[in-house]
């Protein structure tokens, strides 16, 4: 992948950081194809247990598309922006600090947790140019928010503030200036020290059954379920035998 985008690993997690600063990580073809290249990268390391997506720079997490490029393939089937029409076999998390904008806020929607600084904001400013939403966020922020609190956002593309994207849902943490990266990492730690094979089904049960009516969702968790009891049974056993009694490791 390009410098533009980088991908290391930290840990459990794999990083993969836009680094456009000087275009406040907005994403042109080439910076597409790298985060293509690095969710590629995520999916086949086995050791990368967690996925963190952020900016470089301390302005911008990612200000969509990049405007004065304009030559994203909105006929790409991973998605213009790279991989935002895929869906993740792992976890994963935007570390976002300043703004989030457009495709940007589509990438962070993209991922299962958001966690973000005081001073970021977020809206689809792209509202003002005439620029659809084509990576994911018609889709995604309604079933994060609700239809009626995510039309509001998708009609209007007003900005909304970090205090606000954290009482609406938008957000699930709003870390201490500068330490966006390094609460992400240790959220990363945390679900990675987790038994996987449960925590990884229950998650696509949730995603996978979002969608359906209940009677085939349950039907669903079930099956799914079913393929990690043996886990289960271990884990019991652990707890049986005095393990993460009172909370502990939670």
């Known amino acids: 992948m390009s410098g533009e985008v980088r991908y290391e690993r930290s840990g459990n997690a794999a990083v993969l950081t836009i680094d456009r600063p000087e275009r406040r990580n907005a994403i042109d073809a080439a910076a597409a194809r790298s985060l293509r290249q690095g969710f590629d990268a995520f999916e086949a ?124 849902g938008l957000v699930n943490e709003i870390a201490p200036p500068g330490e966006h990266l390094s609460r992400a990492l240790d959220l990363a730690e945390r679900i990675a020290a987790f038994p996987q094979e449960t925590m990884l089904a229950d998650r696509r049960a949730a995603i996978e059954g979002f969608d359906l009516p209940l009677a085939d969702g349950l039907v669903l968790e079930h099956q799914l379920g079913r393929e990690t009891l043996d886990v289960a049974v271990t884990g019991a056993a652990r707890f049986a035998a005095g393990e993460g009694r009172h909370g502990e490791g939670v």
């Open 45 to 168: 390391d086995a050791g990368a247990r967690v996925l963190v997506l952020t900016g470089a720079g301390g302005e911008a997490f990612c200000a969509g598309a990049d405007l004065k490029a304009l030559d994203l393939d909105v006929d790409d089937p991973a998605g213009p922006e790279g991989f935002t029409r895929l869906t993740p076999s792992k976890p994963a998390i935007a570390a976002i600090d300043g703004w989030c904008l457009a495709g940007g806020l589509e990438l962070a929607l993209w991922c299962d947790l958001r966690i973000a600084t005081p001073g970021s904001t977020f809206g689809f400013f792209e509202r003002r140019w005439g620029v659809p939403l084509v990576d994911g966020g018609t889709q995604r922020l309604p079933r994060l928010l609700g239809l009626g609190r995510a039309m509001e956002l998708i009609l209007t593309g007003r900005p909304v503030d970090a205090e606000e994207a954290h009482r609406i």
